[in-house]
């Protein structure tokens, strides 16, 4: 029989990552092995999964969700299971989670997914779920095309061994999405979401109209830096990918005018950061770099960082028509 892992990545959540891992522990169909990847947490999260004799862990550095769900899909494919079983510390699956979404494998190579309901309700969808706001209106036990990772998604290890894992330089905010689109557009697997197979996550609120503090605002970094690389795998053509970024960037420029209300020119101006970084390939940026550099430098002249962004979007452009011209050389 094909084994089960599940895998949890958390960071200075330990009563949430104890809900969770109840939770995997009551599971219908028992979990052949739990894996915790631990990204440096500074609570009492060590000391407590010490004390866990039936789940293994990984203690790291925190490199964000990405760097957690690299290195976990990486060691449980290389410990030989077959289906990986991811999520964050924050969510918690029902009981028969695991036993319907194992129902539902039809034999053919799919992304599968549970059905992402509000924890503290039980009955709306924390994201846009086909055409379904609540999980009683839903009338089909499968939902084609839609998926959420990582909550409760099920990674067959053929999947991996096609596809890779997660981009681990990411750190947060996109390393979902750019691993979703690598599976379902790039390699052409279907994706579903198994509608009797519920994983409870809390509902998200956050919109990039509502302001932000600048100083402290880190994670916008990751935001617009990472949307270049997945627009990349989505579209998977560098000119194509190279003009949906830039009408991000506008867009972004103009609800940073038109809603947010405190130091709108610093935010301008700190955009063309994560834009040059993104052109560039760096991905060297940490949170305690990014928050030093909010805190410390002053914010780029507006003008100068549109000049130099302005610069590496030229360079990229040329790129992009240099490629294009080799491949049609090639080709003749």
């Not at 925190?62 to 077959?82: C, D, E, L, P, R």
């Not at 999520?87 to 989670?97: H, I, L, S, T, V």
């Not at 969808?125 to 099920?154: L, R, S």
């Not at 599976?183 to 052409?188: A, G, K, L, Y």
Request: aromatic share 12%; net charge positive; charged share 20%.
């Amino acid at each position: 029989m094909e084994k089960v892992i599940a895998v949890v990545v958390t960071y200075n959540r330990q009563a949430l990552l104890s809900e969770c891992i109840d939770a995997l522990r009551r599971q219908t169909r028992s979990l052949d092995a739990i894996l915790v990847i631990n990204n440096g947490s500074t609570d009492s999260t060590e000391e407590w999964l010490k004390t866990q004799s039936d789940v293994f862990f990984v203690s790291q550095k925190n490199v964000g969700s990405s760097g957690g769900f690299s290195t976990g899909i990486n060691w449980a494919y290389q410990k030989g299971y077959s289906w990986i079983w991811c999520m964050d510390d924050d969510g918690y699956p029902k009981e028969d989670a695991l036993a319907n979404l194992l129902a539902a494998d039809n034999g053919n190579l799919r992304l599968m997914n549970c059905a992402v309901v509000d924890k503290q309700d039980k009955q709306s969808f924390v994201w846009k779920t086909g055409e379904f706001k609540t999980i009683g209106e839903v009338d089909q036990k499968i939902i084609e095309g839609i998926g959420h990772p990582f909550n409760g998604t099920m990674l067959h290890r053929r999947i991996i061994e096609r596809v890779g894992t997660p981009q681990p330089k990411f750190f947060l905010w996109g390393d979902e999405t750019e691993y979703y689109y690598r599976i379902v557009r790039r390699n052409q697997i279907p994706v579903c979401t198994v509608t009797d197979s519920i994983h409870y996550h809390p509902s998200t609120a956050f919109s990039i109209k509502q302001d932000w503090d600048y100083r402290s605002g880190w994670k916008m970094y990751y935001y617009v830096r990472n949307r270049f690389h997945i627009h990349q795998v989505k579209f998977n053509n560098k000119a194509v990918a190279l003009l949906h970024y830039c009408c991000f960037l506008f867009a972004f420029a103009g609800i940073v005018l038109l809603f947010q209300k405190t130091d709108k020119l610093k935010k301008l101006g700190f955009l063309m950061w994560p834009a040059t970084d993104a052109f560039t390939n760096n991905f060297e940026a940490t949170p305690p770099a990014i928050l030093n550099r909010l805190q410390t430098r002053p914010a780029y002249p507006v003008a100068s960082a549109l000049n130099n962004y302005l610069k590496n979007f030229r360079s990229l452009l040329m790129s992009s028509a240099s490629t294009a011209r080799t491949r049609r050389a090639a080709n003749a």
